[in-house]
Nanobody, 119 residues
């Protein structure tokens, strides 16, 4: 059984910062790409940042404000969010491609964590 568990969401004023964390646990052999997605009310889920072994990618809307980083030893991925705007308000989801110990690769999602930015 593989799980992704997010933490770190909350309420912050515009211009503030939050740090989201996601920890993978369970029957893990290796982890490939990891990403953060978000879904605002009435909108489609969108990917905001992705990290592989040697590359990071960001949505244009968060470029320069958000930073994704991973700790392979701890099987974690973090999202540092600075200069937050009300439009960043959403449920944020962790996502990862994980190879389990039966060597099957699946894509996993966390349960989501709410980020609310007040104006």
């Amino acid at each position: 059984q593989v799980r992704l568990v997010e933490s770190g969401g909350g309420l912050v004023q515009a211009g503030g910062s939050l740090r989201l964390s996601c920890a993978a646990s369970g029957n893990i052999f290796s982890i490939g790409a990891m990403a953060w997605h978000r879904q605002a009310p009435g909108k489609q889920r969108e990917r905001v940042a992705r990290i592989t072994s040697g590359r990071t990618e960001y949505a244009e809307s968060v470029q320069g404000r958000f930073t994704i980083e991973r700790d392979n030893a701890r099987s974690t991925v973090n999202l540092q969010m600075n200069s937050l705007k009300p439009e960043d308000t959403a449920v944020y989801y962790c996502n990862a491609d994980i190879v389990d110990r039966t060597l099957i690769t699946r894509n996993y999602w966390g349960q989501g964590t709410q980020v609310t930015v007040s104006s």
